[in-house]
C-alpha cells in the first residue's frame, strides 16, 4: 500500500466513515494513491465490525470491534474526522 506523499497536493474528501467510506481509503492507497485522504464521520469512533457486536458485548472490549487502529490509519495518511456531519458539498 501506498502511504501520503506531502508533496500530492490531490485530495480526496469521502463523505462517510463507516465500511465502506474505509474501504474506499484503503483501496485508493493499494492503487498507489499518494495524495490526501480525509474520511468525515458522523460516528464518534473509527469504523467497527457491526457482525461482532453482539458476540463482543459479553467482554465489552471495543477494540476486538475496530477494524482498523488509528496507529494503521497514520501510517498511510489516512485522515479520519470523528463527530462531524457533512451538511453540504463544495467540490472546489
Given at each position: 500500500m501506498?502511504?501520503?506523499d506531502p508533496s500530492n497536493r490531490t485530495k480526496f474528501v469521502i463523505v462517510g466513515g463507516g465500511?465502506?467510506?474505509l474501504n474506499c481509503a484503503e483501496t485508493l492507497r493499494q492503487s498507489?494513491?499518494?495524495g490526501e485522504i480525509?474520511?468525515?464521520s458522523n460516528e464518534k469512533v473509527l469504523p467497527y465490525d457491526?457482525?461482532?457486536l453482539?458476540?463482543?458485548l459479553a467482554t465489552m472490549d471495543a477494540k476486538k470491534l475496530t477494524i482498523r487502529q488509528s496507529?494503521?490509519?497514520d501510517e498511510y495518511?489516512?485522515?479520519y474526522k470523528l463527530g462531524y456531519e457533512a451538511t453540504s458539498i463544495n467540490r472546489e
Open positions: 501506498a502511504r501520503r465500511t465502506a467510506g498507489d494513491y499518494t480525509l474520511i468525515l457491526r457482525t461482532l453482539s458476540k463482543t496507529d494503521f490509519l495518511g489516512i485522515d
